[in-house]
């Protein structure tokens, strides 16, 4: 890492007053039309080895106000192009926050505000996420979230705020027009559980 001037002076008055140097940047936080939802992108340090980039941060998430807490990591693997999961949330007392990135082939990442005080309830965003482009989507509690997958072999990975419930999981359905969700290709595979939810009330 090569420290600037101002990271070098602070450095040097921490060593007598103290005082902490400012935290680096590493990623960069875009935040959607939908109020808390957040595109997250790398910001990579490259040199002749490849590069090295910062994908999660406690004091990042913290300074933009979001949910730091990580209780649990899941991979989600769909052999097929088509495949449709979603649109899925966690009933409180057990709602959850999740950051989701594409780490193989690519999907279309879909969020949907299902926070009855929210400005932009019932809006919805999509954002496009690649093994190539590695960026990520910050989705809140009380949001809807779903993809389909644009290649074969797709590979997600979730970091969640909150230990899976069975219980308490729920969801709304892809095509409900109640959200009007453009979604780019036909689905060709979806479970009978995310087919079947009835319309939204």
Same mark, same amino acid.
């Given at each position: 890492?090569?420290?600037?001037?101002?990271?070098?002076?602070? $450095? &040097?008055?921490? =060593?007598?007053?103290?005082?902490?140097?400012?935290?680096?940047?590493?990623?960069?936080?875009? +935040? *959607? !039309?939908?109020?808390?939802?957040?595109?997250?992108?790398?910001?990579?340090?490259?040199?002749?080895?490849?590069?090295?980039?910062?994908?999660?941060?406690?004091?990042?998430?913290?300074?933009?106000?979001?949910?730091?807490?990580?209780?649990?990591?899941?991979? $989600? &693997?769909?052999? =097929?192009?088509?495949?449709?999961?979603?649109?899925?949330?966690?009933?409180?007392?057990?709602? +959850? *926050? !999740?950051?989701?990135?594409?780490?193989?082939?690519?999907?279309?990442?879909?969020?949907?505000?299902?926070?009855?005080?929210?400005?932009?309830?019932?809006?919805?965003?999509?954002?496009?996420?690649?093994?190539?482009?590695?960026?990520?989507?910050?989705?809140?509690?009380?949001?809807?979230?779903?993809?389909?997958?644009?290649?074969?072999?797709?590979?997600?990975?979730?970091?969640?705020?909150?230990?899976?419930?069975?219980?308490?999981?729920?969801?709304?359905?892809?095509?409900?027009?109640?959200?009007?969700?453009?979604?780019?290709?036909?689905?060709?595979?979806?479970?009978?559980?995310?087919?079947?939810?009835?319309?939204?009330?």
């Amino acid at each position: 890492m090569r420290w600037s001037k101002t990271s070098l002076v602070y $450095s &040097f008055r921490s =060593r007598f007053d103290g005082s902490a140097p400012p935290t680096p940047r590493f990623m960069i936080f875009h +935040e *959607t !039309k939908l109020q808390g939802v957040f595109e997250i992108h790398l910001e990579p340090k490259s040199d002749e080895r490849g590069f090295f980039a910062r994908a999660w941060c406690q004091e990042e998430f913290e300074s933009k106000g979001l949910n730091p807490r990580l209780v649990q990591c899941s991979i $989600s &693997f769909n052999p =097929r192009k088509g495949t449709l999961r979603g649109m899925h949330y966690q009933a409180p007392p057990y709602a +959850e *926050t !999740k950051v989701v990135r594409c780490t193989k082939g690519s999907i279309y990442d879909v969020v949907v505000d299902l926070r009855l005080d929210s400005a932009t309830y019932k809006n919805w965003i999509a954002v496009l996420l690649t093994a190539t482009n590695r960026h990520m989507v910050y989705v809140p509690e009380g949001c809807g979230h779903g993809f389909l997958t644009l290649e074969n072999e797709s590979e997600i990975f979730y970091q969640m705020s909150e230990f899976y419930n069975a219980e308490a999981a729920r969801g709304v359905r892809w095509n409900d027009p109640a959200f009007q969700i453009a979604w780019p290709g036909k689905v060709e595979v979806i479970s009978e559980r995310d087919q079947g939810y009835p319309d939204f009330g």
